[in-house]
T-cell receptor, first 113, second 113 residues
Framework: KAGVTQTPRYLIKTRGQQVTLSCSPI?????VSWYQQTPGQGLQFLFE???????NKGNFPGRFSGRQFSNSRSEMNVSTLELGDSALYLC????????????FGPGTRLTVT | SQQGEEDPQALSIQEGENATMNCSYK?????LQWYRQNSGRGLVHLIL?????REKHSGRLRVTLDTSKKSSSLLITASRAADTASYFC?????????????FGQGTILTVHP
C-alpha cells in the first residue's frame, strides 16, 4: 500500500497570507490527524477528522481549520499567517475505529517570512 | 503542555551498544506508542503497547510499560549508525482519544560508527 502523502513538501509564504496543505491517507484509513512540529513547542495536535467530521481539536486559534473529503483526503488551512506559524506540519492516518497506530506522512515545511 | 516527558534529552553511544530511552506521562492512557524521526522528516511508527501490556518486543526493540509509575522505556539493542534519529513516545489519554496523540519532547540518539 502507498503511504501517507502530503503536498506540497515545502512552502514559503508571507505574513498575512493564507495557506492550504493537503494530505492523502493510506487507502482504507478513515481517520486523519494533523500535527504541528516546532523546535520550541514540539509536536502538537491540531485536529482529527473521521468520515468528514471533526472529532477532536487541539488548542489552536480559529485561524487553523481543516476538512475531510468523502475519499478521506484532508486539507488544513491557515489564514492570516504569522511568523510563529513556521513549522513542519504532519498529517497521520489510521483506521480510526479506536486509536490504532498512526502512520505519518513526510510533512509540509512551512516558512512564513 | 506535553503529556510525555523523555529522558535523556540526548544520548550518544557507539555502534553495537544498547540504547535506553525513558518516557513518563501524567494521565491514564489507552496505549503508548514509540516513533522515530530522522532529520525533521515524518515520524515512523515503531511499536504500540496497550495499557494492559507490560512488555513488547519487535526485532531489536523492547518496550516496557509501568502504568503504576506512568512510565515506559524503549531499549534498542545492538545499535547501528542507521538508528541515529529522534525518538518520541506518544500517548492517547483516556477520554480524549479520537486521533489525538500527545508527544514527549523526544530523545536525540546519536550512534557513532
Amino acid at each position: 500500500k502507498a503511504g501517507v502523502t502530503q503536498t506540497p513538501r515545502y512552502l514559503i509564504k508571507t505574513r498575512g497570507q493564507q495557506v492550504t496543505l493537503s494530505c492523502s491517507p493510506i487507502s482504507g484509513h478513515r481517520s486523519v490527524s494533523w500535527y504541528q512540529q516546532t523546535p520550541g513547542q514540539g509536536l502538537q495536535f491540531l485536529f482529527e477528522y473521521f468520515s468528514e467530521t471533526q472529532r477532536n481539536k487541539g488548542n489552536f486559534p480559529g485561524r487553523f481549520s481543516g476538512r475531510q473529503f468523502s475519499n478521506s483526503r484532508s486539507e488544513m488551512n491557515v489564514s492570516t499567517l504569522e511568523l510563529g506559524d513556521s513549522a513542519l506540519y504532519l498529517c497521520a492516518s489510521s483506521l480510526g475505529l479506536s486509536l490504532y497506530e498512526q502512520y505519518f506522512g513526510p510533512g509540509t515545511r512551512l516558512t512564513v517570512t | 503542555s506535553q503529556q510525555g516527558e523523555e529522558d535523556p534529552q540526548a544520548l550518544s553511544i557507539q555502534e553495537g551498544e544498547n540504547a535506553t530511552m525513558n518516557c513518563s506521562y501524567k494521565t491514564s492512557i489507552n496505549n503508548l506508542q514509540w516513533y522515530r524521526q530522522n532529520s525533521g522528516r515524518g515520524l515512523v511508527h515503531l511499536i504500540l503497547i496497550r495499557s494492559n501490556e507490560r512488555e513488547k518486543h519487535s526485532g531489536r526493540l523492547r518496550v516496557t510499560l509501568d502504568t503504576s509509575k506512568k512510565s515506559s522505556s524503549l531499549l534498542i539493542t545492538a545499535s547501528r549508525a542507521a538508528d541515529t534519529a529522534s525518538y518520541f513516545c506518544a500517548t492517547d489519554a483516556r477520554g480524549t482519544s479520537y486521533g489525538k496523540l500527545t508527544f514527549g519532547q523526544g530523545t536525540i540518539l546519536t550512534v557513532h560508527p
